[in-house]
C-alpha cells in the first residue's frame, strides 16, 4: 500500500515543477548560448586588439621614418647654409633665454589689490 500512495506523490510533484526535464534543457541551452555568445565578444575583443596593435606599430614605424628624415634634411640645410644656421640658433636661444626668466616671475607674483 505504501508504494502505491508514493506514486501518485511523485507525479504530481513532476507535474507541478511543469514535467521537470524542460526546465532543465532550457536552462542548459540558455547556458550554451550565453557561452557561445560570451567566446563570440571575446574572439571579436581580440581581434580588434590585434588590429589596433598592428596599426600602433605601423605608425611607429611610419614616426620613425619621419623623424629620421627629418634629421636628414636638417642636417643637409645646415651644411648647406652653416652662417644661416647658425644666425637662427643663436635667434631662438636668446628668445628663449630672454622669456625664460620673465615667464617664472609673473605666475608667482601676488595680486595686491585684493
Not at 589596433?52 to 619621419?66: D, F, N, P, V
Amino acid at each position: 500500500m505504501d508504494t502505491f500512495t508514493a506514486e501518485p506523490n511523485t507525479e504530481k510533484r513532476t507535474e507541478a515543477r511543469g514535467g521537470g526535464t524542460c526546465l532543465g534543457t532550457d536552462l542548459k541551452e540558455a547556458a550554451k548560448r550565453f557561452e557561445k555568445g560570451l567566446n563570440d565578444s571575446k574572439a571579436a575583443v581580440s581581434e580588434r586588439l590585434e588590429e589596433s596593435r598592428i596599426a600602433a606599430e605601423r605608425l611607429l614605424k611610419h614616426g620613425r621614418y619621419a623623424v629620421e628624415d627629418g634629421i636628414e634634411e636638417t642636417v643637409h640645410q645646415i651644411k648647406r647654409h652653416p652662417l644661416g644656421s647658425l644666425a637662427i640658433a643663436f635667434a631662438a636661444g636668446a628668445a628663449f633665454g630672454f622669456l625664460l626668466p620673465h615667464l617664472g616671475h609673473n605666475t608667482h607674483k601676488p595680486n595686491p589689490g585684493y
